[in-house]
């Protein structure tokens, strides 16, 4: 019994370890950050709620959560509706199955950084391929990202091409466990094909689009990459996101306290948005 | 006729996916004169781009760098976070409890929350521009000692005890009774890491700024931001981009089945 005591002890101290220093400590660390001015060089100071009362009044912070739900109500209907109809159109007997499920998947397994620079071939004004596209038809060119209009719907619809493929997947497993005679009585009353995935299938899968809502808002909070690339956060701002945002407080602009308290309220927010959407959704069902 | 309809759907949408990936491959082997071009054969093929890419900056050395860094975190997190596992599922020690509780717990902490305070940990550990800031903190990972833990729990008593009887230590008992018998969660928990931390960017993005050091996200990151918007700069990118999804790209079509398995049931267990 000692003997095994001991191995235990053993076996899990470097994971012990690792907890105190790169997880225990981060997290503790980060509310003693937000109190201080430290620029990483020079002793940190002692800055109250300097730090909070800045980001209260701070324009760009407030920019960059309005960009950011810019892109979620773009990217989650258009994200929820592709997934469905590609999950729905698999879910049969067909020919290639196993190929178009790796197609679908291919961006997923895909590095950020490698679609990010694909796409920004793709929205290119002069040599992209969209533009080139649309050139055949006789339409365009459309500037994809230096628009401040277009800029984020731009960055939404990548993010869609890059993770959709993710949560075909995952509707597809839900799909799978909708029992055939589910459809099959609603049928027997009448009911058309949309009337029956409407109100049998839909349904059913609250807990897959719960899913999918969940990890895209996640997602959509944690842009960094996108912007970074394609935009550095322009034009007019109107792609800066909270990580961006505070990539450069750290990075660029040397100011540790501030970068913290950016972290500490995006993390705040993210629970907050994510349990408004659990209501949501969860009570969507009995109205 | 709604079976044409079907095919359809899905060919429209693979062509979306996957005419993009031809293009950039066929873009990278095209003249300035003919990359703004919709064509996925180029007229006069070329190794310009990549000659070009390759001296302008390291991505050999990154290669390395990347093959180093996610090989080394996949090792340790196997290895090292299946000790733990085993430990945390099978033994009994002062501590075990707490242990599991802070695992689980840490799994609801937003990544955001730690990124600053790790990075001022990191320069003050005085690791900026090391391998170790790139490996240490993914040394470990909750999710998959989560994901070992639940499969080694489930691994028959009568198993460690007869080992134990043949006088066997338990680091013999779990790489020799209990890893021969978890070889697809062990599989999952390998794709999963390695491609996480091959593809990581932000982390590297603070912490490292010498070249020699760069991972090929990275490398390729800094570089496209360094280079001009014209066709000769956008194809020359494009072949960059291809060092790092070749060796990816070329993973995913032998094991494709693990890789959706392994990355889509972290959410259908959800």
């Known amino acids: ?287 | 006729m709604r079976r044409t309809a079907f095919y359809v759907i899905l060919a429209l949408a693979a062509t979306t996916f996957l005419y993009p990936f031809l293009w950039m491959v066929a873009t990278t082997f095209k003249s300035p004169a003919e990359v703004g071009g919709l064509s996925l054969l180029p007229d006069q093929p070329t190794l310009d781009n990549y000659r070009l890419m390759w001296a302008r900056a390291p991505f050999g050395r990154a290669l390395v760098n990347s093959l180093f860094v996610a090989g080394t975190i996949t090792l340790s997190v196997l290895v090292f976070g299946s000790a733990a596992a085993y430990s945390l599922a099978r033994l009994n020690f002062p501590g075990r409890r707490i242990l599991n509780a802070i695992t689980i717990a840490i799994l609801l902490v937003p990544a955001q929350l730690t990124l600053i305070p790790m990075y001022t940990l990191i320069v003050q550990l005085g690791w900026v521009d090391s391998y170790a800031a790139l490996i240490a903190p993914y040394a470990f990972n909750a999710t998959a000692i989560l994901i070992l833990r639940q499969f080694f729990l489930q691994v028959p008593r009568s198993l460690m005890d007869s080992a134990r009887l043949d006088g066997m230590g338990e680091l013999r008992i779990l790489f020799t009774v209990f890893w021969p018998l978890a070889k697809a969660p062990l599989a999952m928990v390998g794709i999963l890491t390695f491609m996480g931390a091959w593809n990581e960017v932000l982390w590297p993005l603070l912490v490292v700024r010498d070249e020699q050091i760069m991972t090929l996200p990275q490398l390729l990151t800094v570089f496209s931001l360094g280079g001009g918007a014209g066709p000769r700069q956008l194809a020359t990118k494009l072949a960059a981009a291809m060092v790092l999804v070749v060796p990816v790209v070329v993973a995913y079509t032998f094991l494709q089945r693990y890789f959706i398995e392994s990355m889509a049931s972290t959410g259908i267990k959800g």
């Open chain 1, 1 to 287: 019994m000692r003997a095994e005591a001991r191995s235990g002890l053993l076996l899990s101290s470097p994971y012990a370890a690792f907890l105190l220093l790169f997880a225990l400590y981060p997290i503790g660390f980060s509310l003693v950050l937000v109190l201080l001015k430290w620029d990483l060089v020079t002793a940190p100071s002692f800055a109250g709620l300097d730090n909070v009362q800045h980001l209260v009044g701070d324009a760009r912070f407030w920019q960059a959560i309005v960009n950011t739900l810019v892109f979620l109500a773009i990217h989650l209907p258009l994200q929820i509706i592709v997934a469905l109809t590609l999950a729905w159109a698999l879910d049969r007997p067909l020919l290639f199955r196993a190929f178009w499920r790796a197609t679908f998947f291919l961006p997923v397994v895909i590095s950020g950084a490698v679609v990010t620079i694909l796409w920004s071939a793709l929205y290119a004004t002069d040599v992209g391929l969209i533009n080139g596209l649309l050139a055949r038809l006789d339409l365009g060119p459309v500037p994809w990202l230096t628009d401040p209009a277009i800029a984020m719907p731009a960055i939404a619809v990548m993010a869609t091409w890059k993770n959709v493929g993710f949560y075909v997947i995952i509707y597809l497993a839900g799909l799978q466990n909708v029992p055939r005679s589910c459809h099959e009585a609603i049928e027997l009353e009448g009911a058309t094909a949309w009337q029956s995935f409407r109100h049998v299938t839909l349904p059913l899968l609250k807990p897959q689009t719960l899913l999918v809502v969940t990890l895209s808002t996640i997602n959509g909070f944690q842009l960094f990459i996108e912007p970074y690339i394609l935009t550095g956060g322009g034009p007019l701002r109107r792609t800066l996101s909270v990580v961006l945002y505070m990539y450069r407080n750290a990075f660029s602009y040397q100011k540790m306290g501030y970068a913290a308290t950016l972290g500490l309220a995006l993390a705040l927010l993210i629970a907050v948005v994510l349990v408004v959407q659990r209501r949501v959704i969860g009570s969507a069902e009995e109205a």
